[in-house]
């Protein structure tokens, strides 16, 4: 067999579930199908989704199911917390209703292929039997329950190979547990361990920085990559004095290799943070570079960045129909999709703007029910609306927006990375308006959504057939697997990458995956890798000033050339 964890435990599922309780035709849940249960769970618990939000209750249950615990188990583990104590009622009754609907979630694929091995030995012993060899590619990847799956398989033959790299180690967020990997010869004490060191990819400059930063971790197995490949160009950091001066330098050195007839598909830049794209994005606009983003939305295309800009649009502009649409209900707030095409249908066969509508809350028939909600809605915008005209800042009244629309609250409720990810995004969007009140000579809401609106739309039409060559913009986390000619890996700076929460953190782990981040980063460059860094940077709309990140000062000087721009290098 060749296949995913999940793919092979569903082939085993349909065969043999009926022995634990189910059937072969169960369906499998997708994202909104869960969400859908859990919805339903909260509701029949009585439990307020603003407190308990759907999502940051999945992945406490999927977080669960990937430590192979039960509800009981989850109930046991956390006895001391009321929070989580409601979550082990949320899981439990999840289950319940997923079994009631004969249905399996992703996470269940392999809990459930445990327990039914767990509890059925002659249907392990088949597969002990069938599977004489096994092979897991990119072990370091594994979390708990794919450890287990596989130990158990392997018992009987012990001839079991695992390939992969502990120093790309990069997804403890999702559940990956580097420990499988160190510990393996712990868990098989008579495993010949083959090191794979050659490296075809990198000249040997950029191999001799990336093992020189990755020799910084304790928790690692001994390796020295090496390459046949000539030493190629030192490594490029180059020191900014501010973020926009960082991305306008990457632009410049980008148009610089353009012109030697580098081609831009060539070309990557990493970045720690989603958030960090945009200050580079509107750079290589300004400068016409083509650009893409990789596995991901560009900045002005993200869903939240298009919510809070619809919140600006409407005040600025309140006959724009579209933009209130896609606010009235963002975060929810019980205005529904039939309520708001019977109030559009009543705005045109009478001649109104939808806004208007709204405000005429009390005069459109049938709606009784919502009157309320509306009016709240309507109020709070109307707030918003006299806070500018009595002269606020737009950054306060963004901040106003975030806090009384419930958008900050809910996002921070979910407690998910998605989440907080989304929140970086919108502190950006904050530092793009803060930056466009200091440099316009009179700041308008207008003014800053004419200028959002020359950087939103980036995307760049194919001529006669031939794509375009573009830029590729990535997080460091997307990089993974990649290679590329020349890399530009951005905002080296401490507390940003090294992320503040990992410098934080009581867990030792969470610096030393930072560096593995970094290892990946540095070993995507082939032929040249370019590091930069701002003296100063704006982060939730003030000024902050960071040293320049330990990882650089871990590259040997003999492998680095230094560029200082407006600050020294110490």
Known sequence: ????????????????IDKIGGTSSFTIYDA??????????????????????????????????????????YEKAHAASF??????????????????????????????????FETNPDVLAEYQTRFKYIMVDEYQDTNHTQFILVKMLAAKYRNLCVV?????????????????????EEEYPDAKVVKLEQNYRSKANIL?????????????????????????????????????????????????????????????????TNAQSRVLEEKLLYENLPYKIYGGQNFYGRKEIM?????????????????????????????GATTVDKLDMYAQSNGYNLYDALLDIEEVPGMTRNVEKIRKFTDMMEGFKARLVHGEFISEVFDAIMDESGYREALEAEATDEARTRLDNLEELKNKIVTYEESAEVPTLTGLLEDIALVADTEEEDEDGVPTAKVTLMTLHSAKGLEVPYVFMTGMEERLFPSGMALDSDDPDALEEERRLCYVGITRAMEKLYMTAAGQRMVHGSTNFEEVSRFVKEIPKHYLEYEEKAFGYA
């Open 83 to 116: 929070r989580d104590q409601k979550i082990a009622e949320v899981y439990r009754e999840y289950q319940k209703r997923l079994q009631s609907n004969n249905a399996l979630d992703f996470d269940d694929l392999i809990f459930k292929t445990i327990f039914l």
């Open 307 to 335: 919510d809070l800009v619809s919140y600006l649009k409407v005040l600025a502009n309140p006959i724009d129909d579209q933009a209130i649409k896609r606010i009235i209900n963002v975060p929810k707030r019980g205005i």
């Open 208 to 272: 001799n920085s990336a093992n020189a930063v990755i020799a910084n971790n304790e928790g690692r197995k001994d390796k020295r990559l090496w390459t046949e490949q000539e030493d190629g160009e030192k490594v490029t950091f180059t020191r900014y004095g501010t973020e926009y001066e960082e991305a306008n330098g990457v632009a410049s050195r980008i148009k610089t290799l353009k012109n030697q007839g580098v081609s831009l598909d060539d070309i990557a830049i990493l970045y720690r």
């Open 1 to 16: 067999w060749v296949s995913t964890f999940h793919s092979m435990c569903v082939r085993i599922l349909r065969k043999h």
């Open 32 to 73: 909104s199908e869960q969400k859908t249960v859990v919805k339903e769970v909260l509701k029949y618990l009585q439990l307020d989704p603003k407190l308990y939000p759907e999502r940051a209750m999945l992945s406490a249950i999927s977080k669960a199911k990937e430590g192979y615990m039960t509800p009981d188990d």
């Open 164 to 184: 992969g790299d502990d120093d790309q180690s990069i997804y403890k967020f999702r559940g990956a547990n580097i420990y499988n990997i160190l510990n393996f």
